[in-house]
């Protein structure tokens, strides 16, 4: 039961992650002042990509989507695995040792280049996936 806690609890960071990032990176609007002009730049240079033209700021967009989705759908992973954890835990690991040091580059990177918020909920969900992994065991027909 505690892996399938921790999974859940990483679950609803995540849902709440995905939520602020739409909110603040995808939908928000940039501060006035030099934010603004920036973003105003990345708008108005049009250039040709692959056959359709493009801005900066298009990539922006997208790409800050992408994370949205990603997200959402690490959500919903992590709350469907959190109900396989009831039945064989210990055979999530390996899955969720990759979701663990994914949720660990996501943190370096933001650390990085964005602000402590998204490093702190990123570390709290690792730490939250690192917990189930280590709350799993094996059922007791295969411990010998």
Same mark, same amino acid.
């Given at each position: 039961?505690?892996?399938?806690?921790?999974?859940?609890?990483?679950?609803?960071?995540?849902?709440?992650?995905?939520?602020?990032?739409?909110?603040?990176?995808?939908?928000?609007?940039?501060?006035?002042? =030099?934010?603004?002009?920036?973003?105003?730049?990345?708008?108005?240079?049009?250039?040709? =990509?692959?056959? =359709?033209?493009?801005?900066?700021? /298009?990539?922006?967009?997208?790409?800050?989507?992408?994370?949205?989705?990603?997200?959402?759908?690490?959500?919903?992973?992590?709350?469907?695995?959190?109900?396989?954890?009831?039945? /064989?835990?210990?055979? &999530?690991?390996?899955?969720?040792?990759?979701?663990?040091?994914?949720?660990?580059?996501?943190?370096? /990177?933001? &650390?990085?280049?964005?602000?402590?918020?998204?490093?702190?909920?990123?570390?709290?969900?690792?730490?939250?996936?690192?917990?189930?992994? &280590?709350?799993?065991?094996?059922?007791?027909?295969?411990?010998?």
């Amino acid at each position: 039961m505690k892996t399938t806690l921790f999974l859940r609890i990483a679950s609803v960071l995540t849902f709440i992650q995905a939520m602020l990032h739409t909110i603040g990176g995808v939908f928000g609007k940039p501060s006035p002042g =030099v934010a603004a002009t920036v973003y105003a730049a990345m708008r108005a240079g049009r250039f040709p =990509v692959f056959g =359709v033209m493009r801005s900066y700021a /298009d990539f922006d967009f997208g790409l800050g989507l992408g994370i949205t989705i990603f997200l959402t759908i690490t959500t919903i992973l992590l709350w469907q695995l959190g109900s396989l954890a009831r039945t /064989d835990a210990a055979r &999530l690991r390996p899955l969720l040792a990759v979701l663990m040091l994914g949720f660990f580059a996501f943190a370096i /990177d933001s &650390l990085l280049y964005f602000f402590a918020l998204p490093v702190i909920t990123e570390l709290l969900i690792a730490a939250c996936i690192a917990a189930a992994i &280590l709350a799993a065991k094996p059922e007791e027909r295969y411990q010998k």
